[in-house]
T-cell receptor, first 112, second 110 residues
Framework: DAGVTQSPTHLIKTRGQHVTLRCSPI?????VSWYQQVLGQGPQFIFQ???????GRGNFPDRFSARQFPNYSSELNVNALLLGDSALYLC???????????FGSGTRLTVV | QQQVKQSPQSLIVQKGGISIINCAYE??????FPWYQQFPGKGPALLIA?????SEKKEGRFTISFNKSAKQFSLHIMDSQPGDSATYFC?????????FGAGTRLTVKP
């Protein structure tokens, strides 16, 4: 069985550009969350979706947005990229509205 | 605002020893407390989790101790092995939110 898959695995963008990161949850999982992990720090909560509705949002600016599609896959969009947005972006999924997450291996975003 | 505080930042333990990592949370609405293990280049992997209706949960060599009144919980790794060397994260959350600690880098020396 495939785990949580994220694409792309690595990405280099220029300041001011826009980026879209994609996530496919484990088959049957209806909840998806996005996290930002800066090197040497813990994951920071960005968004949580369940059944295609936003259920939670962390302390990130409006430049960050996300959505969940009918097949439960998800996209994270970041506009007007800053150097400080360079990080590992992790997607995680779980079966229902509660419980532990299974994480993907992440997308490494570098903003230059 | 750091909602989950984790200590120590790093920990060195001899093979066969006990590793202990501590966490404290602030939000009393949190009702789920997992621990994750992360190896370099990988996403965090769920190790063990507890809900506040019990004070301890054990799975193999891993035990969570939970103190609801103090809003603290800890991970004990018994008989620590070199393969346990990784970064460990505590987390606290509920249905709509999950916050992570800053992580503890564990090194188990052979």
């Amino acid at each position: 069985d495939a785990g949580v898959t994220q694409s792309p695995t690595h990405l280099i963008k220029t300041r001011g550009q826009h980026v879209t990161l994609r996530c496919s949850p484990i088959s049957g999982h209806k909840s998806v969350s996005w996290y930002q992990q800066v090197l040497g720090q813990g994951p920071q909560f960005i968004f949580q979706y369940y059944e295609k509705e936003e259920r939670g949002r962390g302390n990130f600016p409006d430049r960050f947005s996300a959505r969940q599609f009918p097949n439960y896959s998800s996209e994270l969009n970041v506009n007007a990229l800053l150097l400080g947005d360079s990080a590992l972006y992790l997607c995680a999924s779980r079966l229902g509205p509660s419980g532990g997450y299974t994480f993907g291996s992440g997308t490494r975003l570098t903003v230059v | 605002q750091q909602q989950v505080k984790q200590s120590p930042q790093s920990l060195i333990v001899q093979k066969g020893g006990i590793s202990i990592i501590n966490c404290a949370y602030e939000n009393t609405a949190f009702d789920y407390f997992p621990w994750y293990q992360q190896f370099p280049g990988k996403g965090p992997a769920l190790l063990i989790a507890i809900r506040p209706d019990v004070s301890e949960k054990k799975e193999g060599r891993f035990t969570i101790s939970f103190n609801k009144s103090a809003k603290q919980f800890s991970l004990h790794i018994m008989d620590s092995q070199p393969g346990d060397s990784a970064t460990y994260f505590c987390a606290a959350g509920n249905n709509n939110d999950m916050r992570f600690g800053a992580g503890t880098r564990l090194t188990v020396k052979p």
